[in-house]
C-alpha cells in the first residue's frame, strides 16, 4: 500500500466514524444518535454563530472524507459511510427549543431525533433526487436536506407552541 492509498485509508474511516459505519444494526441511525449529544454539547456550550461556522466547516471537511472514501473503495453509495449523519442530524439540532426547563429541551432533542430519521430514511419529496448526485456531494447532499426538512419541521411545530428555539438567539 503506498502513502497515498494510506492517507485514504485513514480518511475513509473517518468518513466512516470507524468502527460505527461497520455496526450490524443501523449505523446511521446509531451514528445520528452519538451526533445528538455531541451536537448537544457544542450548541449550548458555543455561542450560534461559532456553531454556525462550525457546522459549515464539517460538511466541507465531510465532503472530502466521502470523495477519499469514494476515491478507495470505488463505490457510489457507502452505507458504511456515515460523517453525513452527523451534519444532518447537528442542522436539525439548530430548531431545539431553547428554555430553562430541561424537560423542554429533552423532548426538542428526542423530536430532533426522530424528524431527522424520518426524513433521512424515507427520503420523500427532494431528498431523494440529492442523493442521486454525483459521488460525495450526493452522499452529503440528501443528508443536509433531511436535516433541513426536520429543522423546518421543528422548528414548524415550536413556533406554534410559542415556544423559543436556539437559532432565534441569532437575531437576540
Known amino acids: 500500500m503506498n502513502k497515498n492509498q494510506k492517507i485514504l485509508l485513514y480518511l475513509s474511516r473517518i468518513a466512516e466514524v470507524y468502527p460505527i459505519g461497520h455496526s450490524k444494526y443501523a449505523p ?10 455531541i451536537g448537544y454539547f457544542f450548541l449550548f456550550n458555543l455561542k450560534i454563530q461559532f456553531y454556525l461556522i462550525l457546522l459549515v466547516i464539517f460538511i466541507i471537511v465531510s465532503y472530502f472524507l466521502c470523495e477519499a472514501h469514494i476515491k478507495l473503495n470505488k463505490v457510489k453509495d457507502p452505507k458504511e459511510v456515515v460523517v453525513d449523519e452527523f451534519a444532518g442530524q447537528f442542522i436539525a ?11 423542554y429541551v429533552f423532548l426538542s432533542l428526542i423530536l430532533s431525533f426522530l424528524l431527522f430519521r424520518f426524513f433521512d430514511i424515507t427520503k420523500i419529496g427532494p431528498i431523494k433526487k440529492f442523493e442521486n448526485l454525483p459521488n460525495g456531494i450526493g452522499i452529503m447532499a440528501d443528508d443536509i436536506i433531511a436535516g433541513l426538512c426536520a429543522f423546518i419541521t421543528q422548528a414548524t411545530i415550536l413556533t406554534g407552541l410559542n415556544q423559543p428555539m436556539i ?5 437576540n
Do not use: D, N, Y
Not at 28 to 37: E, K, V
Not at 167 to 171: Q, T
Open 28 to 37: 446511521g441511525t446509531i451514528a445520528s444518535f452519538i451526533a445528538l449529544f
Open 93 to 103: 439540532l439548530l430548531a431545539c427549543a431553547k428554555s430553562e426547563k430541561f424537560i
Open 167 to 171: 437559532i432565534k438567539s441569532l437575531w
